[in-house]
């Protein structure tokens, strides 16, 4: 039972370039969010998913696409890199259930030049 | 809207002592309340929860308790160890709600560091 798995763990990127993070979860959770770590902001929500083919924006949607075409994968778009997506990117899941707790993938450190 | 305050960081400790992070919140439903450790180069791990007025989580030495009256979320630990060193955050869901209310809402983290 791996849980959440992330790849890949660095990515640098030059501005303009697209790339998609991956993420895969084996424990049939039906929720799945991405979010973006910043220091001294927390963790600010994307995009989530509420099931295979429903997916809908976070707090900070912008530059980011999301498609969910199975239960286990949810894979994150950046569409033309910004240096403003500098970040570290975390993939979660959740059951579904009340009261909603999610579990964390690794995490992608993201570096935009 | 649902929002989270974290006191502010970081904190150093040394080894055995004790050790408080506040935590309150706003929220327009019934939250559940969780805190996050993050260890260094890692992912968040869950390290306790509430999920009603009054309910204590605890998980490691580590306790909190959802007091509504003051819409907090106080985590505490009595001794803490080297290995407690890590960044600590506080979240809530709003299970009541829909969309993305029932994602977590985080604060901005704390770090704390103990010194042996």
């Known amino acids: 039972n791996a849980g959440v798995t992330q790849t890949p763990k660095f990515q640098v990127l030059k501005t303009g370039q697209s790339m998609t993070l991956q993420c895969a979860q084996d424990?049939?959770?039906?929720?799945m969010s991405w979010y973006r770590q910043d220091p001294g902001m927390g963790l600010r929500l994307i995009h989530y998913?509420?099931?295979?083919?429903?997916?809908d924006q976070g707090e900070v949607p912008n530059g980011y696409n999301v498609s969910r075409s199975t239960t286990e994968d949810f894979p994150l778009r950046l569409l033309s890199a910004a240096p403003s997506q500098t970040s570290v990117y975390f993939c979660?899941?959740?059951?579904?259930?009340?009261?909603?707790?999610?579990?964390f993938g690794p995490g992608t450190r993201l570096t935009v030049t | 809207g649902n929002s989270v305050t974290q006191m502010e960081g970081p904190v150093t400790l040394s080894e055995e002592a004790f050790l408080t992070i506040n935590c309150t919140y706003t929220?327009?439903?019934?939250?559940?309340l969780f805190w996050y450790v993050q260890y260094p180069g890692e992912g968040l791990q869950l390290l306790l929860k509430?999920?009603?007025?009054?309910d204590k989580g605890s998980n490691k030495g580590f306790e909190a308790t959802y007091r509504k009256e003051t819409t907090s979320f106080h985590l505490e630990k009595g001794s803490v160890q080297v290995s407690d060193s890590a960044v600590y955050f506080c979240a809530l869901s709003d299970p009541g709600s829909s969309g993305s209310a029932r994602q977590l809402t985080f604060g901005s983290g704390t770090q704390l560091t103990v010194l042996p």
């Open positions: 929220a327009t439903g019934y939250p559940s």
């Open positions: 424990m049939n959770h039906e929720y």
């Open positions: 979660a899941s959740s059951s579904g259930f009340p009261p909603y707790e999610q579990y």
């Open positions: 998913s509420v099931g295979a083919g429903i997916t």
């Open positions: 509430a999920t009603k007025a009054d």
